[in-house]
């Protein structure tokens, strides 16, 4: 079984920084295409960002120059570090990851972390 475990959140305020990591174990062949999403109340989740294998990455607007995506594949680790946050923010982010569990898998399957509270203090 997979396994996909995040890290890294906290309090922080306005205008300060945190580093996410997401963390994948157990029956893993191969990753492709990662990212980091996040949800409040209420709201669907939402896409903040996103990295292929090939480290082709992509941002939702509202975090572009802030935030930035990166991944050790040698570690089957993600991250993402977060700079001058702002209060809107506040969120759980998610990681997720589309893993190839076997050689002769032919689609990657998708799976979700725990998620990990980010609150941001104006």
């Known amino acids: 079984q997979v396994q996909l475990v995040e890290s890294g959140g906290g309090l922080v305020q306005a205008g300060g920084s945190l580093r996410l990591s997401c963390a994948a174990s157990?029956?893993?062949?191969?990753?492709?295409?990662m990212g980091w999403y996040r949800q409040t109340p209420g709201k669907q989740r939402e896409l903040v960002a996103t990295?292929?294998?090939?480290?082709?990455?992509n941002y939702a607007d509202s975090v572009k120059g802030r935030f930035t995506i990166s991944r050790d594949n040698a570690k089957n680790t993600m991250y993402l570090q977060m700079n001058s946050l702002k209060p809107e923010d506040t969120a759980v982010y998610y990681c997720?990851?589309?893993?190839?569990?076997?050689?002769?898998?032919?689609?990657?399957?998708?799976?979700w972390g725990q998620g990990t509270q980010v609150t941001v203090s104006s």
């Open positions: 997720n990851a589309a893993i190839y569990t076997h050689t002769w898998s032919r689609t990657p399957l998708q799976y």
């Open positions: 990295i292929t294998n090939g480290d082709n990455t």
């Open positions: 157990g029956s893993i062949f191969s990753i492709s295409a």
